[in-house]
């Protein structure tokens, strides 16, 4: 079974870059599956930030698309975020999950398999 | 951007009881719903998709239901595991992924 594991920085300060890897097991990200980051605010609900399928196509959330990088590194079996400008409402829970895809235009997805989630605090 | 409204907000029930949480949309998606139950500190897990096929493994006392605007997911006999956040999601493609904003269940 696929299995998804978030690491980066706990702490990031205002201004600055937040970057984080998601590591896949058991399931090349090569294969025919969106892979995907979504945040969740400390007792607020959830946010879809991004999605990429394979090394190419990139998709995001329009209100963030101005900050935000999705990359995937195949023959690492990992994809990776990039959250440019922090400010303490990118203060979340941020989750990598496992996508998969309908219908005909850009958005299509749910997420089927979740990593636990990494706890990224913006804070100076 | 598709608005989706889940009530109640939080839902108080005993083990046994039948429970219905309602998600609408702000626009017609047809069935492109899924639900994900959330424990506090876990990662969501996902329940249901096409507004009612059950992911495998997930018990058979979970339903969906619904099309267009309006959904509902059922608990038929609340167990104890059940006790959780709910959330809904639409994933019409043609506009960006958005999630309700949760329907806690707990012990009444």
């Known amino acids: 079974q696929v299995q998804l594991q978030e690491s980066g920085p706990g702490l990031v300060k205002p201004s600055e870059t937040l970057s984080l890897t998601c590591d896949v097991s058991?399931?090349?990200?090569?294969?025919?599956?969106?892979w995907g980051w979504i945040r969740q605010p400390p007792g607020k609900g959830l946010e879809w930030i991004a999605t990429?399928?394979?090394?190419?196509?990139?998709y995001y959330n329009p209100s963030l698309e101005s900050r935000v990088t999705i990359l995937a590194d195949t023959s690492k079996k990992q994809f990776s975020l990039r959250l440019s400008s922090v400010t303490a409402a990118d203060t979340a829970v941020y989750y990598c999950?496992?996508?998969?895809?309908w219908g005909g235009g850009l958005y299509g997805y749910y997420f089927d398999y979740w990593g636990q989630g990494t706890l990224v605090t913006v804070s100076s | 951007d598709i608005q989706m409204t889940q009530s109640p907000s939080t839902l108080s029930a005993s083990i046994g009881d039948r429970v219905t949480i309602t998600c609408r949309a702000s626009q017609d998606i047809s069935r492109w719903l899924a639900w994900y139950q959330q424990k506090p500190g876990n990662a969501p897990k996902f329940l249901i998709y096409?507004?009612?096929t059950l992911q495998s493994g997930v018990p058979s006392r979970f339903s969906g239901s619904g099309s267009g605007t309006e959904f509902t997911l059922t608990i038929s006999s609340l167990q104890p595991d059940d006790f959780a956040t709910y959330y809904c999601q639409h994933y019409d493609s043609y506009f960006p992924v958005t999630f309700g904003g949760g329907t806690r269940v707990e012990i009444k």
């Open positions: 096409k507004a009612s």
């Open positions: 058991a399931y090349s990200i090569s294969g025919g599956f969106y």
């Open positions: 999950a496992r996508a998969q895809r």
């Open positions: 990429i399928y394979q090394s190419g196509s990139t």
